[in-house]
C-alpha cells in the first residue's frame, strides 16, 4: 500500500495501480478517450494527461499507464494541465468536428471552437478518431488478430491485412462493439437480403436461457464464444467476481444409484415448415407459438412488443389453431393446450397494441376450469373468432398492401362464406409432439408409447403416472399433451407415489421367478448366456446353474430353453401351461 | 354347422396382452377364435408348448410379443423370433402347413392390430380348414372337434 495525494484528496491504495484507477477510486474525473477496462491502457489520446509532482521534480505524464508511488502528489486540474488538455483536444475537435463522442469531450473541456483548421478535417459524424480501440480488442482480447494500423502521421488508418476481407476475422462484433463513433458497422446478409430488425434468440455467446430458467445459471454458446475460435477474451471471467466461469468444464458422464425414475421429458413443438400453405419459414411475419410466446416476454427480444419484422405495430393479427393436430396428414390428437394459449395470445395483443384479433379454429375446447369464462371474455373483448380451418397464408397482392402484409384464406364454415382476411401478423398454434428421442428413452427404460407415440402409462384410468417397468414413473407432455394444471397435479400424483416407497423402505416384487431344480440340472450353461438380466450363475463347485431371485424378473426365457426341463417359472410351470392348453381345447 | 377353427394364441404380458385387452377395452370387435394363454414374455413359450397345442386339436398357434427393441426383458423377443422359423420347419414334417403358426408383434397400445390378426388369421384357417393329424391311439384326443 503506498498513500498519495490526488488534487487535494489523500488516499491509500496498492502500488502499481494506475493514476487513473486511483482517482477513479478517489471520485476524481479524468477524461480519456482510447481507454478501456477490456484491454491493457494504450495511452494514445493523451487526454489523461495528468502532472505528477514528486519531491520538487514535475512531470506530464498520462494518467492511464502510470503506477503510483509513495508519496507522489497527482494534479488533475492544474493549469498546465489544463492547457495541455486543452490543445490535444483542440487538435482532435479541429480534424473530426462532427463526431458525438469529440463534441461532447470539447464541450465537457469547455471548448466551443478549435482554433486550429486540419488539412485532413472529417467532416462525417461516423468518422474513424483513431483512437486504437477496436486494433486493441482485436489483437489483445479477440487474439483474431485482424485490424491493425497502417502508415503514420495524418495518413495513420485502421486497416485489415492488404486492405482485403480477412480470414482469420471470425465476425465477432468486437470491434463494432468498442468502436466509440460507429465507424465501424455490422452488416447482417439475411436470406432474402433483407435487414432482419430482430432475431429471436440469445443476443450474447453467454446467456441465461430464459429469466425463468431452473437453475437460473448463464450457459456458453461455444459456436459463437470468440474464447471457443481464437482462446482469447475471457471478459466474462474477468467480469465474474466468484470465479465461476469455466472454460474446460466438458460434458460428463455421472452415474448415481437411484431406486426409482420419474420420466418428464416434456415435447417437441410440430414444425411447421412442412405444412407450405402457412408459409411458415418462407414469409415474413408468420410465427410459431413459442416464438411467438417470446416476443410476448418482457425480457425477450422485443421487451414484450408486439411487431412486425420491420419494427411496426401490427394493425391485425391472425392466430390459427391446430397448426399440425387434428390433422389426418399430421397428427391425429388434439394438442389441448392451443386454444387456451390462443385465447391468452388475443388477450394480450389486445392489451399491447390496438390490433384486430382473428382466430381462426375448428372446435373451440375451452375445457378446464374458469376456461370458458375466459372465453367469453375474449369475446367481449372484440376478438373476431371465425371457424374454419385456414386454408393458406400468402403474401398480400400489392393492392392490399396498405392493409396488411399477409393474406388469410379461409372458408367461415358457420357464415358459409369465403374470406381472405388482410393481417399484418400469422401466430400458428403447432401441435404438441412426442419429442424426437423419445423413442430411445422408450426402450432404456423399457416402457411403451401410446400410438400418437407419448409413453403409455400402466392403466389410462387406474394408474395414470406409472409405467409398465416398476420404479418408473411418468408425468407432464411426455405422457401425452397436457397443461400445466394437469401436469401439477400428474407430477404431484407420480411424486406421492414414489415417495410412499421411499416411506416404506421396502418393495414387493412380482413372485414370478425363475427356479433351477437342482437334481435335473445337466450344468449345460445354455441358460446362463441368455439372462438378459445376468441373473443366472454357474456355481462352480456343484456344476449346476443357479439363479439369483433378487435379480431374476421372471420372464422365462430360460425356462422354454433348458434341455432339461431342470429350469421353472413359478405362476408359469411347463405344467400350468401345458394345463391351460388342454383346458382351452374344451 | 360351419367351422369355427380354435387358435391358440400365446401373449407376452407386457405388450401383446395389454394390447389385446386395450381392443377389448376399445370395444374393437373382433373373432372369438383365438383363446389367450397370458405368458410373461413372448421368449418363455417353449416350443413344446406350440406342438402340444396343435397335438391336443388346435387348428392354428399364434405367437405375439412385443416388437424388437420394445420387450419389456429387453431381448426375449429376440429369442422367440429365432425359435419359430426352426419350428415352422419342423410342423411341415409333421402335416402341418406353416401358415397355422404365426408370429406377430403387437405393442401394448395396438388394440386395433390386435384385432386385425385375429381376424385375418381367423379367415386363413378357415380356409384352410380343421387340421388332421394322424393320432396314435394311446394320446388322447381332445372330446369334441369340430
Given amino acids: ?586 | 354347422m360351419a367351422f369355427e377353427p380354435k387358435i391358440i394364441g400365446f401373449l407376452c404380458n407386457w405388450c401383446s396382452y395389454t394390447g389385446a385387452d386395450l381392443a377389448g377395452v376399445s370395444r374393437i370387435k373382433s373373432a372369438p377364435n383365438v383363446r389367450v394363454i397370458r405368458t410373461m414374455c413372448s421368449g418363455r413359450v417353449d416350443p413344446s408348448f406350440i406342438l402340444k397345442a396343435f397335438q391336443l386339436g388346435a387348428d392354428g398357434v399364434v405367437v405375439m410379443g412385443c416388437h424388437l427393441g420394445d420387450c419389456h426383458y429387453q431381448e426375449g423377443n429376440y429369442k422367440t423370433i429365432r425359435r419359430i422359423p426352426f419350428l415352422k420347419r419342423l410342423i411341415r414334417e409333421f402335416g402341418i402347413d406353416p401358415r397355422r403358426l404365426r408370429l406377430e408383434w403387437v405393442s401394448a397400445s395396438e388394440g386395433d392390430q390386435f384385432a386385425k390378426i385375429v381376424n385375418e388369421m381367423t379367415e386363413e384357417i378357415r380356409k384352410l380348414g380343421p387340421l388332421k393329424l394322424y393320432i396314435h391311439s394311446e394320446i388322447r384326443q381332445p372330446a369334441a372337434h369340430a
Avoid at chain 1, 400453405?277 to 407459438?289: E, K, P, T, W
Avoid at chain 1, 357464415?415 to 401478423?425: E, S
Fill in chain 1, 1 to 586: 500500500m503506498v498513500t498519495i495525494n490526488i488534487d487535494a484528496t489523500r488516499i491509500e491504495i496498492d502500488e502499481d495501480t494506475t493514476i487513473l484507477k486511483a482517482a477513479e477510486k478517489a471520485g476524481i474525473w479524468i477524461p480519456t478517450m482510447c481507454y478501456s477496462e477490456y484491454f491493457e491502457p494504450y495511452g494514445v489520446c493523451r487526454l489523461c494527461s495528468v502532472e505528477v509532482v514528486r519531491g520538487k521534480r514535475s512531470r506530464i505524464v498520462t494518467a492511464c499507464n502510470y503506477p503510483v508511488r509513495e508519496g507522489i502528489t497527482v494534479l488533475t486540474n492544474s493549469e498546465k494541465v489544463k492547457w495541455i488538455r486543452k490543445i490535444i483536444m483542440e487538435l482532435t475537435f479541429s480534424r473530426w468536428p462532427n463526431v458525438k463522442v469529440v463534441r461532447e469531450m470539447a464541450e465537457k473541456l469547455g471548448i466551443e471552437k478549435p482554433r486550429f483548421v486540419s488539412l485532413e478535417r472529417d467532416e462525417a459524424e461516423d468518422a474513424c478518431i483513431l483512437c486504437g480501440m477496436c486494433v486493441n480488442m482485436c489483437n489483445e482480447v479477440v487474439k483474431a488478430g485482424v485490424l491493425g494500423f497502417a502508415n503514420v502521421g495524418i495518413k495513420r488508418e485502421v486497416v485489415l491485412p492488404f486492405n482485403e476481407r480477412s480470414d482469420r476475422c471470425i465476425v465477432c462484433g468486437a470491434c463494432v462493439y468498442v468502436c466509440p463513433t460507429g465507424h465501424i458497422k455490422t452488416v447482417i446478409e439475411d436470406y432474402k437480403g433483407k435487414k432482419p430488425e430482430f432475431t429471436l434468440g440469445p443476443k450474447t455467446a453467454i446467456y441465461v436461457p430464459t429469466l425463468q430458467a431452473v437453475p437460473r445459471i448463464p450457459v456458453i454458446d461455444t459456436n459463437s464464444c470468440i474464447h471457443f475460435k481464437t482462446g482469447g477474451c475471457e471478459i466474462c471471467a474477468k467480469v465474474c467476481e466468484p470465479n465461476a466461469i469455466n472454460y474446460e468444464m466438458q460434458d460428463e458422464i455421472v452415474e448415481i444409484d437411484v431406486g426409482q425414475i420419474l420420466i418428464s421429458t416434456g415435447f417437441d413443438l410440430f414444425d411447421a415448415s412442412p405444412m407450405a400453405q402457412y408459409g411458415y419459414g418462407r414469409l415474413d411475419n408468420v410465427y410459431s407459438s413459442l416464438e411467438f410466446e417470446m416476443m410476448l416476454n418482457s425480457t425477450g427480444p422485443t421487451s414484450g412488443k408486439v411487431l412486425t419484422k420491420d419494427g411496426k405495430e401490427p394493425r391485425s393479427v391472425a392466430i390459427i389453431h391446430c397448426i399440425g393436430s387434428r390433422d389426418v396428414n399430421h397428427h391425429p390428437y388434439c394438442s389441448r393446450v392451443c386454444c387456451m394459449y390462443a385465447l391468452k395470445y388475443a388477450h394480450l395483443v389486445h392489451d399491447r397494441t390496438s390490433a384486430a384479433i382473428y382466430q381462426f379454429y375448428i372446435d373451440m375446447r375451452a375445457f378446464g376450469k374458469g376456461y370458458e369464462e375466459f372465453y367469453v371474455r375474449i369475446l367481449d373483448e372484440g376478438v373476431k373468432v371465425i371457424r374454419g380451418k385456414v386454408a393458406e397464408v400468402v403474401e398480400a397482392m400489392s393492392s392490399q398492401k396498405d392493409e396488411g402484409l399477409l393474406s388469410v384464406r379461409c372458408e367461415d364454415t358457420l357464415a358459409g362464406k369465403l374470406l381472405d382476411i388482410p393481417v399484418d401478423m400469422v401466430v400458428l398454434c403447432n401441435a404438441i409432439e412426442p419429442r424426437r428421442d423419445s423413442d430411445a428413452v422408450r426402450r432404456l427404460f423399457s416402457i411403451s408409447k401410446s400410438p400418437d407415440g407419448f409413453f403409455l402409462e400402466r392403466h389410462p384410468k387406474l394408474d395414470p403416472t406409472s409405467t409398465m417397468t416398476d420404479g418408473v414413473y411418468i408425468a407432464g407432455c411426455a405422457q401425452g399433451p397436457k397443461d400445466i394444471p394437469d401436469t401439477v397435479a400428474q407430477a404431484s400424483s407420480a411424486a406421492a407415489r414414489m415417495l410412499s416407497f421411499i416411506a416404506k423402505g421396502e418393495v414387493e416384487i412380482e413372485p414370478v421367478r425363475a427356479m433351477v431344480q437342482e437334481e435335473y440340472c445337466s450344468g449345460c450353461k445354455i441358460c446362463n448366456g441368455l439372462c438378459p438380466y445376468s441373473a443366472i450363475e454357474f456355481l462352480e463347485d456343484k456344476k449346476i446353474s443357479h439363479v439369483n431371485e433378487a435379480l431374476c424378473k421372471g420372464c422365462g426365457t430360460c425356462v422354454a430353453a433348458c434341455p432339461s426341463s431342470a429350469m421353472t417359472g413359478h405362476g408359469f410351470t411347463d405344467k400350468q401351461i401345458l394345463a391351460e392348453i388342454e383346458g382351452l381345447m374344451v
